[in-house]
Nanobody
């Protein structure tokens, strides 16, 4: 079983910064692609950023240049540094992981989310 737990959300002012963290734990043989998604009220969940095992990153256009995704493979940790936050960044942010568990079975898991609110 694989668990993902996000932390670091909260309230920020426009132009401010927050750093999200996600720990991946469980009977994991390997963690492959990691990603952050977000879902605003009344909206569909959308992918914000993705990072591969070797560090290749991809960002949604609306966060390019403001958000930075990173990972620590030794600790099975995922991060999202969010700078120059805007009110439209307000959403629940979810961590997503793909990989393999022991026994060579693939997994795909979601965290429970952390609320980010950007408001003055």
């Amino acid at each position: 079983q694989v668990q993902l737990r996000e932390s670091g959300g909260g309230l920020a002012q426009p132009g401010g910064s927050l750093r999200l963290s996600c720990v991946v734990s469980g009977t994991i043989a390997s963690v492959d692609a990691l990603a952050w998604y977000r879902q605003a009220p009344g909206e569909q969940r959308e992918r914000v950023a993705r990072i591969s095992t070797d560090g290749m990153t991809h960002y949604a256009d609306y966060v390019q240049g403001r958000f930075t995704i990173s990972r620590d493979n030794a600790k099975n940790m995922l991060y999202l540094q969010m700078n120059n936050l805007k009110p439209e960044d307000t959403a629940v942010y979810y961590c997503h992981a793909e990989g393999m568990i022991f026994g060579a079975s693939p997994f795909e898991s979601w965290g429970r989310g952390t609320q980010v609110t950007v408001s003055s």
